[in-house]
């Protein structure tokens, strides 16, 4: 496990046709760090802030519609932007 310090990420969960989804619930479904066990809900736009320590995490993102869809991601000590689109 790593003791690193969680940086704080901004992503965005899109639809088909690229619109963001609203209101999607994001969370991290795996991962080589621990991370709490919380959803986190999309703006309006679809847009999403999580914090994560350095490290390759599975990021699953579920639209009120059902739609569903994930991401692998490595994350180190500088911020990014991540994307997950549902279908």
Do not use: N, Y
Not at 5 to 10: D, K, M, S
Not at 50 to 79: H, M, N, S, Y
Request: include cysteine; proline fraction near 7%; hydrophobic fraction near 45%.
């Amino acid at each position: 496990m790593s003791d690193a310090e969680p940086v704080l990420h901004r992503g965005r969960v899109t639809t088909p046709d690229g619109a963001g989804a609203s209101a999607a619930l994001v969370f991290v479904a795996s991962g080589t760090a621990s991370t709490p066990e919380i959803a986190i809900r999309c703006d309006a736009d679809g847009w999403f802030r999580l914090a994560l320590p350095p490290g390759r995490f599975v990021i699953e993102a579920r639209a009120p519609d059902g739609r569903t869809g994930k991401v692998e991601v490595t994350t180190g000590a500088v911020a990014q932007e991540l994307a997950v689109a549902v279908d």
